[in-house]
């Protein structure tokens, strides 16, 4: 059974700080990888999705890796905001025989302080 | 555009009542999910459906049913509900890229 964890699950950065989230799963047969965000009291929103023959993708200041091998996908955060304060999730998509699931982390819980 | 809609945002039930929570969505996509969110847990896939009228079970499908009649719209139905559906419920869809969008949630609490 595929298992995804997030370490740290908190973190709190000043402003500015550049930073890593971490997301490890135990099965490296996934079909891509993706990041959440989540603020609180709301739905989750799509950051950034990584096929499974990808190494990385950027959207603005996120940057997320995918090391299939090892099981590893980071999130970097660049010049950190205080409105990036937000539980950021990873998520892995496996294919079944009735169509591709998603398998969550539980997040890690970021904020970012003036 | 919406998006992907739920309703309620809030519901208060009594152990053994029934309800339904609506999802709709103005993507046109043919996936469409359900989960629960619960402290610690993450998020669990309680039921999909890959396209209209066809659906199938997830991880905790147990006490739930579902129906897709339509493209636009997934529901989630609780027969008779416990304390141990205290949860909060997201839908979801997913377009080409696989990329997936959530709704707001609903917050349900059984008593």
């Known amino acids: 059974k595929q298992e995804v964890t997030q370490i740290p699950a908190a973190l709190s950065v000043p402003e500015g700080e550049n930073l890593v989230l971490n997301c490890s799963f135990t099965d490296s047969a996934i079909y891509n990888l993706q990041w959440f965000r989540q603020d609180p009291g709301k739905g989750l929103t799509s950051l950034l999705l990584?096929?499974?023959?990808?190494r990385e993708q950027t959207s603005g200041r996120l940057n997320a890796s995918l090391d299939k091998s090892s099981g590893r996908s980071t999130l970097y955060i660049a010049a950190s905001q205080p409105g990036d304060s937000a539980t950021y999730l990873c998520?892995?998509?496996?294919?079944?025989?009735?169509?591709?699931?998603?398998?969550f982390g539980t997040g890690t819980q970021l904020k970012v302080e003036l | 555009n919406a998006g992907v809609t739920q309703t309620p945002k809030f519901q208060v039930l009594k152990t053994g009542q029934s309800m339904t929570l609506q999802c709709a969505q103005d993507?046109?996509?043919?996936?469409m999910y359900w989960y629960r969110q619960d402290p610690g847990m993450g998020l669990r896939l309680i039921y999909y459906?890959?396209?209209?009228?066809?659906?199938d079970k997830g991880e905790v499908p147990n006490g739930y049913n579902v129906s897709r009649l339509n493209k636009r719209e997934f529901s989630l139905r609780l027969e008779s509900a416990a304390p141990s559906q205290t949860s909060v419920y997201f839908c979801a869809n997913r377009d080409r890229t696989d990329t997936q969008y959530f709704g707001p949630g609903t917050r349900l609490t059984v008593l």
């Open positions: 990584i096929q499974s023959s990808q």
């Open positions: 998520a892995v998509y496996i294919l079944t025989g009735g169509g591709n699931k998603l398998t």
């Open positions: 993507m046109n996509h043919n996936s």
């Open positions: 459906s890959a396209s209209e009228g066809t659906t």
